[in-house]
């Protein structure tokens, strides 16, 4: 079956810059240890895994939804993308000189190639002098051709499965494996995990997961979380034994 624009879909690639062969992004562990990527994330949570998308949502550069709508599961291309269907073409009026006074404010000692985020939008330092430092706010990938080497691994088609698929893109460490959906007539019921009670951003990724579901699962209304506590075994197991004990109902 061809894929189509709103298939829930996963797909593994791996980028590369045209001109120099760089790589840019992989979703393959083998190729991002044979080249050094995993270095790149050290200090980080960074799994390499098939990529979920939802076709013609631009989660993926234009150039890529095109190519791979109407290819079949299981299906491989390489493709260029060029600019104007990747991260697009280099905008000269983005280009701004900033006094250095405003990074020296912040506690930030600028150098070219430094990454920067400058009133709420990330940058690139391209060059200081004379107090005046030059900051690019065009995407890192703009203005350069891409290579993709692209393919269908799935769809998924059950309503669960793509759940599942939303959390996880919102909250790639919460674990599946122990969290519960159930589904009542227009509400989704979700179960997290006690481990995800207080997961950085929890509340936020709430927010966004009843969003997506809202908007790409319009059939529920409703979206419900809940928080189950437990009390640990090892204090039942305290207090089973302490009721059996003969000195166990003595004040």
């Known amino acids: 079956m061809a894929v189509k624009k709103g298939d829930f879909v996963k797909i593994n690639y791996t980028c590369r810059v045209k001109e120099t062969g760089e790589l840019v992004e992989t979703t393959l562990s083998e190729v991002a240890e044979k080249e050094g990527l995993h270095g790149k994330h050290e200090g980080e949570t960074h799994s390499y895994e098939p990529m979920f998308i939802i ?17 079949e599961v299981g299906q491989g291309k390489t493709l260029e993308v060029p600019p104007e269907k990747g991260f697009g073409v280099r905008d000269p009026s983005k280009m701004r000189l900033l006094p250095l006074r405003k990074f020296s404010r912040e506690g930030i000692s600028p150098v070219p190639g430094m990454q920067v985020e400058v009133d709420g939008k990330p940058a690139l330092i391209r060059s200081v002098g004379a107090g005046r430092v030059q900051v690019d706010f065009n995407h890192p990938l703009s203005g350069k051709s891409l290579v993709y080497e692209l393919k269908v691994e799935s769809t998924i088609e059950e309503t669960v499965e793509k759940i599942k698929a939303m959390l996880h893109r919102r909250a790639p460490s919460l674990d599946l494996e122990k969290t519960r959906i159930n589904i009542h007539g227009e509400e989704v019921n979700i179960e997290i995990p006690e481990d995800s009670f207080f997961m950085e951003g929890i509340q936020l990724i709430k927010r966004n997961v009843a969003n997506d579901l809202h908007k790409y699962l ?4 409703t979206v419900v979380f809940m928080e189950r506590f437990t009390r640990p075994q090892a204090a ?16």
């Open 236 to 251: 039942v197991e305290a207090e089973q034994r302490k009721a059996s004990s003969p000195m166990g109902n003595e004040p």
């Open 218 to 221: 319009p059939e529920f209304k």
């Open 55 to 71: 076709l013609g949502e631009g989660w993926v550069p234009k150039g890529v939804e095109e190519a791979l709508e109407g290819m």
